[in-house]
């Protein structure tokens, strides 16, 4: 094998960085040591000459984040501790208590719960893959775990508390990223006081899935532990296939009496069915006509792999105004594969195409590192919530050798025979020695300025220097060597209206560079996007969270990958446009009912391009909805509680492919759950969750290159869970 080229800066790029760094924060510690301290920590410092007060509390790192289904605080989008109303930017945080009620297992579920977030291609349903805003794809770096990037291909475990989306661009403080947004799975930390839960649950598919959650103070010291674990051993609902993992998450968290310090770690084993979906008839329109059970490949169509994940979160609070934070992950993810994958469809017979793959040897690996300096200060009679910082990621895959056989024609849909094509062996060398290899330094700056008691204005810059490595073959081919930097504003405006009214509205921009293994593409400039949005608000009925948002999003230099004689190819379209509506609602209706509901609208479509001018962007639906209710039913019986629910969510037509040739048609799916509390020493739930009600068979995304992958979303399923907290 070649030797990799290492990812470097240069001495000019070097030189510009370090003189970024040490100018920002030779500025923000002389504004640390400036600033006058407060009296102590209930006192209150103005925000301006008028009569605005806000608290400077040590406390205020600390606010409950959600209460129920509602949100409350999110550090997701400023990366400070803001009420959800002082943010001129939509955040939706779907709860702990809605992933519990909803016993969601994926981050796919988890998700239908919010506004303009789809499935797309999941890579055979291995991979978490999201479209936001119009905009996404698998491996594209926008699912974070705890604020940072990670290599993780399912970012949704039994460690998960909440899930955070930002909505639109976030480059200005998360770097290279799609402008649709970013996902931030937010995880369980230690608790200084004993606690923890056991449970069990079992499928109608068959097999089911046990977990342990234990968390509590270390006698005699400052130190909290948390360990999680969880085993899965799942029949896969279609005609063969099983599903195990494993799953073990301790973590340990020093509280001082100014500083915190978590170290945490994740370590997933996993083996999953690679499964491609259905095939899609481009005469008829819709999916061929055999049981949605029916795979078309073989038994060893299966992903093998393990994940790990270390974090260091780090806060010390130097006085009541300045905090610095120090956030650290390294993740990494190795897994083989294999696959009798579709390459033809003749619609007259039914006969397949297969040719036999397998990756044996990908890893992938994640450094991220960010250090924060936030700061409560008043300047000039205004006051001022600062945050400037400094940020390193390193990414780097390797898949090893590729496997590849001849297509051979050896299947019919009709007529399913397995086992006739057994595993391929032939390695290929102008496919192996896949390789990726990014390297980013940044630096921002950012102020939210409370410029009366009903404006605020949040102002924000970075700087990105980055470079790019990527290529295949034996010998290796350089497909992608590039060096290149950006400058990334944001500026947003909220204007309290009343103290539960918000009207808001950001301009902003993001970058994603080019790259490509499969094919040269020289250095090609990056795609950006300019986004703006405004809306508003609510705080309703002193229990509910709401919003209403429209957004506009233009990017240009898109890079598409199509599927021509067998063979990868990159184009890129000129621009690409997106814009819609979106409505988000969660919260408390009453003491006994609960809600989360949205509904969104996108028009995204290519502008300017050759070939797909005009082209709906795939697995891009115009509208999404959902509704979930709950009502909890107070001493049924001896203190006991039960608590009902039900809803659903709905997706309309999405394009299955770059061309338009099909389109995947949209669904309706309905769910309902029950749980009954028993009041004792050790509470007991037992909850019975029925998902897809009425057996619809629906396509939740395509591979967007071809009509021949498509996954099918799950039949009926019901779920039977006991519980004990301790």
Same mark, same amino acid.
């Given at each position: 094998?070649?030797?990799?080229?290492?990812?470097?800066?240069?001495?000019?790029?070097?030189?510009?960085?370090?003189?970024?760094?040490?100018?920002?924060?030779?500025?923000?510690?002389? $504004?640390?040591?400036?600033?006058? *301290?407060?009296?102590?920590?209930?006192?209150?410092?103005?925000?301006?000459?008028?009569?605005?007060?806000?608290?400077?509390?040590?406390?205020?790192?600390?606010?409950?984040?959600?209460?129920?289904?509602?949100?409350?605080?999110?550090?997701?989008?400023?990366?400070?501790?803001?009420?959800? !109303?002082?943010?001129?930017?939509?955040?939706?945080?779907?709860?702990?208590?809605?992933?519990?009620?909803?016993?969601?297992?994926?981050?796919? /579920?988890?998700?239908?719960?919010?506004?303009?977030?789809?499935?797309?291609?999941?890579?055979?349903?291995?991979?978490?893959?999201?479209?936001?805003?119009?905009?996404?794809?698998?491996?594209?770096?926008?699912?974070?775990?705890?604020?940072? @990037?990670?290599?993780?291909?399912?970012?949704?475990?039994?460690?998960?508390?909440?899930?955070?989306?930002?909505?639109?661009?976030?480059?200005?403080?998360?770097?290279?990223?799609?402008?649709?947004?970013?996902?931030?799975?937010?995880? @369980?930390?230690?608790?200084?006081?004993?606690?923890?839960?056991?449970?069990?649950?079992?499928?109608?598919?068959?097999?089911?899935?046990?977990?342990?959650?234990?968390?509590?103070?270390?006698?005699?010291?400052?130190?909290?532990?948390?360990?999680?674990?969880?085993?899965?051993?799942?029949?896969?609902?279609?005609?063969?296939?099983?599903?195990?993992?494993?799953?073990?998450? #301790?973590?340990?968290?020093?509280?001082?009496?100014?500083?915190?310090?978590?170290?945490?770690?994740?370590?997933?084993?996993?083996?999953?069915?690679?499964?491609?979906?259905?095939?899609?008839?481009?005469?008829?329109?819709?999916?061929?006509?055999?049981?949605?059970?029916?795979?078309?490949?073989?038994?060893?169509?299966?992903?093998?792999?393990?994940?790990?994940?270390?974090?260091?979160?780090?806060?010390?609070?130097?006085?009541?105004?300045?905090?610095?934070?120090?956030?650290?992950?390294?993740?990494?993810?190795?897994?083989?594969?294999?696959?009798?994958?579709?390459?033809?469809?003749?619609?007259?017979?039914?006969?397949?195409?297969?040719?036999?793959?397998?990756?044996?040897?990908?890893?992938?690996?994640?450094?991220?590192?960010?250090?924060? !300096?936030?700061?409560?200060?008043?300047?000039?009679?205004?006051?001022?919530?600062?945050?400037?910082?400094?940020?390193?990621?390193?990414?780097?895959?390797?898949?090893?050798? $590729? %496997? +590849?056989? @001849?297509?051979?024609?050896?299947?019919? %849909?009709?007529?399913?025979?397995?086992?006739?094509?057994?595993?391929?062996?032939?390695?290929?060398?102008?496919?192996?020695?896949?390789?990726?290899?990014?390297?980013?330094?940044?630096?921002?700056?950012?102020?939210?300025?409370?410029?009366?008691?009903?404006?605020?204005?949040?102002?924000?810059?970075?700087?990105?220097?980055?470079?790019?490595?990527?290529?295949?073959?034996?010998?290796?081919?350089?497909?992608?060597?590039?060096?290149?930097?950006?400058?990334?504003?944001?500026?947003?405006?909220?204007?309290?209206?009343?103290?539960?009214?918000?009207?808001?509205?950001?301009?902003? +921009?993001?970058?994603?560079?080019?790259?490509?293994?499969?094919?040269?593409?020289? /250095?090609?400039?990056?795609?950006?996007?300019?986004?703006?949005?405004?809306?508003?608000?609510?705080?309703?009925?002193?229990?509910?969270?709401?919003?209403?948002?429209?957004?506009?999003?233009?990017?240009?230099?898109?890079?598409?990958?199509?599927?021509?004689?067998? /063979?990868?190819?990159?184009?890129? *379209?000129?621009?690409?446009?997106?814009?819609?509506? /979106?409505?988000?609602? *969660?919260?408390?209706?009453?003491?006994?009912?609960?809600?989360?509901?949205?509904?969104?609208?996108?028009?995204?479509?290519? $502008?300017?391009?050759?070939?797909?001018?005009?082209?709906?962007? #795939?697995?891009? #639906? +115009?509208?999404?909805?959902?509704?979930?209710?709950?009502?909890?039913?107070?001493?049924?019986?001896?203190?006991?509680?039960?608590?009902?629910?039900?809803?659903?969510?709905?997706?309309?037509?999405?394009?299955?492919?770059?061309?338009?040739?099909?389109?995947?048609?949209?669904?309706?799916?309905?769910?309902?759950?029950?749980?009954?509390?028993?009041?004792?020493?050790?509470?007991?739930?037992?909850?019975?969750?029925?998902?897809?009600?009425?057996?619809?068979?629906?396509?939740?995304?395509?591979? *967007?290159?071809?009509?021949?992958?498509?996954?099918?979303?799950?039949?009926?399923?019901?779920?039977?869970?006991? @519980?004990?907290?301790?």
């Amino acid at each position: 094998m070649t030797e990799l080229k290492p990812s470097f800066l240069g001495k000019k790029g070097y030189a510009l960085f370090s003189a970024i760094f040490i100018g920002t924060l030779a500025s923000s510690v002389a $504004m640390a040591a400036e600033a006058p *301290a407060a009296a102590s920590s209930s006192d209150k410092t103005t925000k301006d000459a008028g009569t605005m007060t806000v608290e400077a509390s040590v406390a205020d790192a600390d606010k409950t984040m959600t209460s129920g289904y509602q949100p409350l605080n999110s550090t997701t989008a400023t990366l400070t501790n803001m009420p959800l !109303l002082d943010i001129p930017q939509v955040v939706n945080t779907v709860s702990d208590r809605v992933i519990e009620d909803q016993h969601s297992t994926t981050l796919d /579920e988890v998700l239908n719960n919010v506004s303009n977030v789809v499935q797309t291609n999941t890579l055979g349903g291995t991979q978490d893959a999201f479209v936001r805003r119009g905009f996404g794809s698998n491996r594209d770096g926008s699912v974070l775990t705890n604020g940072l @990037k990670t290599v993780l291909p399912r970012s949704f475990n039994a460690a998960t508390e909440r899930v955070e989306v930002l909505k639109g661009p976030a480059s200005t403080l998360y770097g290279i990223l799609d402008p649709g947004g970013l996902v931030n799975v937010i995880t @369980k930390r230690p608790e200084r006081t004993f606690g923890g839960s056991v449970s069990a649950t079992s499928t109608s598919f068959g097999g089911g899935t046990g977990t342990v959650d234990l968390t509590g103070p270390i006698e005699g010291t400052n130190l909290a532990y948390r360990l999680i674990g969880s085993y899965q051993h799942e029949d896969y609902w279609r005609n063969f296939g099983k599903e195990r993992s494993s799953f073990i998450a #301790p973590s340990l968290t020093w509280f001082g009496d100014d500083a915190t310090v978590n170290v945490s770690y994740a370590h997933r084993n996993y083996s999953t069915p690679f499964d491609r979906g259905t095939i899609f008839d481009l005469n008829t329109g819709n999916a061929v006509n055999v049981s949605r059970e029916t795979r078309f490949d073989e038994e060893y169509n299966i992903t093998d792999g393990e994940s790990d994940l270390a974090q260091l979160n780090a806060e010390y609070r130097i006085n009541n105004q300045w905090t610095a934070k120090f956030d650290y992950s390294f993740s990494q993810d190795k897994y083989s594969d294999n696959q009798a994958r579709v390459m033809k469809y003749d619609a007259a017979t039914g006969n397949l195409t297969r040719r036999v793959d397998a990756t044996q040897g990908s890893t992938q690996r994640q450094h991220s590192a960010r250090f924060d !300096l936030q700061g409560d200060v008043v300047i000039g009679g205004l006051y001022n919530e600062i945050l400037t910082g400094v940020a390193y990621e390193n990414y780097d895959l390797l898949r090893t050798d $590729m %496997i +590849r056989c @001849k297509n051979v024609q050896d299947f019919n %849909i009709y007529n399913p025979s397995y086992g006739s094509t057994g595993k391929c062996t032939s390695v290929s060398a102008a496919d192996s020695d896949q390789t990726i290899q990014q390297v980013s330094y940044s630096t921002y700056v950012q102020d939210s300025l409370y410029l009366t008691d009903k404006w605020i204005a949040v102002g924000a810059l970075r700087y990105q220097y980055f470079t790019e490595y990527a290529g295949k073959g034996r010998p290796f081919n350089v497909n992608t060597d590039s060096t290149d930097n950006a400058w990334v504003p944001k500026f947003g405006l909220v204007y309290k209206a009343t103290p539960t009214i918000s009207l808001f509205g950001n301009v902003s +921009r993001s970058f994603m560079p080019q790259y490509s293994i499969a094919s040269y593409i020289g /250095e090609l400039p990056p795609e950006t996007a300019t986004a703006w949005e405004a809306g508003a608000k609510f705080d309703l009925f002193d229990g509910v969270t709401a919003n209403v948002t429209l957004f506009n999003i233009n990017k240009n230099n898109v890079l598409y990958t199509e599927t021509i004689n067998d /063979e990868s190819v990159a184009k890129t *379209a000129g621009r690409v446009r997106s814009r819609g509506v /979106e409505v988000d609602v *969660a919260g408390a209706l009453t003491q006994n009912i609960n809600v989360i509901a949205s509904y969104g609208y996108t028009d995204a479509k290519v $502008m300017e391009d050759p070939d797909y001018k005009g082209k709906m962007l #795939p697995n891009v #639906p +115009r509208h999404t909805g959902s509704l979930f209710l709950t009502y909890d039913f107070h001493n049924v019986y001896d203190g006991n509680t039960l608590t009902v629910g039900g809803g659903g969510h709905a997706v309309s037509r999405r394009s299955g492919d770059n061309g338009e040739d099909y389109s995947l048609q949209g669904y309706a799916v309905a769910d309902a759950f029950a749980a009954y509390k028993i009041k004792a020493e050790h509470p007991v739930t037992l909850q019975v969750n029925v998902k897809n009600i009425f057996d619809k068979t629906y396509y939740t995304s395509s591979i *967007a290159t071809n009509n021949l992958s498509n996954q099918i979303g799950d039949p009926r399923e019901v779920q039977f869970t006991v @519980k004990m907290d301790f």
